[in-house]
Each structure stands twice: as C-alpha cells, then as structure tokens.
C-alpha cells in the first residue's frame, strides 16, 4: 500500500517560505510524504524564479528521503475528468491538488478554504492549512511557542491571507493527522 500523501497547494508553500520554515516541514507530520505536484511548481510557484531555484534547492536538500519531493502531473482519465470540471471554477492548483486528492486518497494542504474546503468536504478529501501544520509543528515539538507565533507574523507582515492569532489559541481543522 502507497503511503498516504499531502499535497502542497502554492499558497502553503509560499507560507513556510515566507514564514522561514519551510525546512522543517518534512518534520511536522513524519508518517506523511510532503508532494509539490510539478503543475503548481511551474505555473504557480515558478512565476518567481527565485522561488522556484529555493524549492528545488530544498527538495535537492531533502533527496536522500522522499519526504518533500515534486510529483510529475499525470493525471488518469478519473482525475482529468475531475481536474476538468473544477477548472471552470477554481485554479489550476487547487483544481489539480483537489482532483489528485480526491483519486488517490492522499491529503490537500491549502490555505485557500473560499475554493476548496465545500468541495473536499462534499468529496470526504481531508485538507488542512498552513495554520494547522504550524499548529501541528508546536504540538510535537518541532517550532517551539514563539518560533510559531513568530512564523505567523512573518507570513502576515508579508503581506500573506492567514487568521493572526497566536498558536496556542488556534484550533486545528483536523487534529488526527
């Protein structure tokens, strides 16, 4: 059996970039493999090449373990057919990450709930944000209290769309993970 996988969507990654931690991520969930699907690299991510260099550079730096890795967007008629119909509504992104999600059984880490937490909810996707990683992230020890609440306001004084509350007051979306 394939282990269970959580798909990237831009804007969590561009989060932990901004919030400096994007090197821990691998650490936050261990029992999880963290997935970029190479259709947000290249048409969201990829915008800003430096962006872009500083994720492979950090997969490069990850390559001794799957834990962070790209994944190539081939999509099996199910997942087109999916991928197709969300695009009418949604972007290319959260479109893919959803229909991938939902074909595979694998996880959605998005920050953008206005497009995709309905739809996972109404197709049993489990999806979480980039708050619940931080959150998650404290919870075993990774960040400690302050490296978390100093991550948020990093991401928010970047100009980054995520509640500004401090992490002991944050209530994860899914606490089972």
């Not at 059996?1 to 991520?25: C, E, H, T």
């Not at 490069?60 to 999916?82: A, G, M, N, V």
């Amino acid at each position: 059996m394939n282990k269970v996988k959580i798909l990237l969507d831009a804007d969590v990654v561009i989060d932990f970039i901004d919030g400096q931690q994007l090197s821990i991520l691998p650490r936050i969930l261990p029992a999880y493999d963290f997935v970029i699907l190479d259709i947000v690299l290249n048409q969201e991510l990829g915008k800003l090449h430096t962006t872009k260099q500083y994720i492979e550079r950090q997969i490069e730096w990850f390559k001794s373990s799957p834990k962070l890795s790209i994944l190539e967007w081939k999509p099996d008629k199910e997942t087109l057919q999916i991928y197709s119909l969300l695009l009418r509504t949604k972007g290319k992104g959260e479109s893919a990450c959803m229909a991938y999600c939902q074909t595979h059984h694998d996880v959605l880490a998005s920050c953008n709930l206005r497009d995709t937490k309905i739809y996972c909810e109404e197709h049993g996707i489990t999806y979480i944000t980039f708050l619940d990683l931080i959150w998650y992230a404290w919870q075993r020890k990774v960040l400690s209290e302050e490296e978390c609440n100093k991550c948020i306001q990093d991401v928010i004084a970047a100009g980054n769309n995520i509640p500004d509350i401090p992490i002991a007051y944050y209530t994860p979306t899914i606490s089972n993970l």
